[in-house]
């Protein structure tokens, strides 16, 4: 987990102020420096332990707001105004600093050196594609649960009915899983909801009974890559990535692309997807325990459950089940 990049803050979310975020567990602080460059480094001043969160960024340093000791972008402290001869900061005087980069319109940080790329979104940045950030959906639960329902589709009738799913259509059609690497991919065409007139965001008119084309990927730990559409040029890409905060609370940044509807407002997907949310969180932050077993005789699996069971062993194989 700690050789992997988790969001932190959508990039428009970070302006000249720094940003406390909790990654793991370890308080970080998240900030720009006077060229722009996003910098991750600890929340916890060397000096007395205080939060730098709550100083402020000067040039290419951050700032502590109890005695005013400077840090630049790799945690070495630059500045010590208490010190007659400024050139005699002890080396010792540093914060620990972290991989911190920009992609998707989101902060990304690693705690330590990454093991891999971010997933590749091709249609991001094409000029057919249109882009809206939801969220982020903060949850009392681990990340792992959080990703876990966005994979599910057996709820969408029980938890969704007439938004993603219809309870007259629940049986969930065979699909097949496959993991490559540490990718977990299945397709599925089931039946949905009709459009509502409240959120007219599908494209998928036409029918009283509509089926959706969906391929997924759970690019493991916790981001789920999924294209779907209805038959017709119209698609959509869900991007879906999962904060780890700690073991009991996480925070869901999703980016929904689109290449139809160029006038729709942001604010009707978002609308949308607050209310799905909002459905989910009632349910998920309910399960016990917080975080998905990764043993799978811990519970009950049926064979529509082929993606939990397959998530879970790429976790355990990938080392990402503790
Ligand atoms: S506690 Fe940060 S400078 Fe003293
Ligand atoms: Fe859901």
């Not at 005695?67 to 400024?86: A, L, S, Y």
Request: hydrophobic content about 35%; aromatic content about 10%; overall charge negative.
């Amino acid at each position: 987990m700690r050789q992997t990049l988790h969001p932190v803050a959508y990039s428009t979310d970070l302006g000249t102020s720094p940003l406390s975020v909790r990654l793991l567990g370890e308080p970080l602080v998240v900030w720009r420096d006077s060229t722009g460059i996003a910098h991750a480094t600890s929340d916890v001043c060397v000096h007395r332990g205080t939060a730098l969160s709550g100083g402020c960024v000067k040039g290419d340093t951050i700032m502590c707001p109890y005695h005013g000791w400077q840090f630049d972008g790799n945690g070495k402290c630059t500045h010590i105004p208490q010190m007659e001869d400024p050139t005699k900061i002890p080396t010792k005087a540093k914060i620990a600093a972290h991989t911190c980069i920009e992609q998707y319109n989101m902060i990304w940080v690693s705690l330590e050196e990454p093991r891999r790329p971010l997933p590749a979104i091709d249609e991001f940045g094409a000029k057919e594609w249109i882009w809206v950030n939801c969220g982020p959906y903060e949850w009392n639960t681990h990340s792992s649960r959080q990703l876990e329902n966005f994979t599910d589709f057996g709820h969408f009738p029980w938890v969704h009915p007439g938004l993603l799913g219809d309870i007259n259509r629940p049986v969930v059609p065979d699909y097949e899983v496959r993991t490559e690497g540490h990718v977990v991919k299945y397709d599925i065409t089931r039946p949905e909801a009709p459009n509502t007139d409240d959120f007219p965001v599908f494209a998928n008119a036409n029918t009283d009974a509509p089926t959706r084309t969906s391929h997924y990927e759970i690019h493991t730990p916790f981001t789920l890559l999924l294209h779907l559409g209805w038959g017709g040029k119209e698609g959509m890409v869900y991007f879906f990535v999962s904060q780890p905060i700690d073991d009991e609370h996480s925070r869901g940044f999703l980016i929904i692309g689109r290449n139809y509807n160029y006038d729709q407002p942001d604010s009707v997907l978002q609308d949308f997807e607050d209310v799905i949310f909002n459905q989910d969180k009632v349910i998920v932050e309910s399960q016990l325990p917080k975080k998905v077993p990764f043993d799978i005789t811990k519970e009950l699996h049926m064979k529509f459950d082929a993606v939990a069971l397959a998530y879970r062993k790429a976790m355990i194989s990938h080392g990402f089940d503790n």
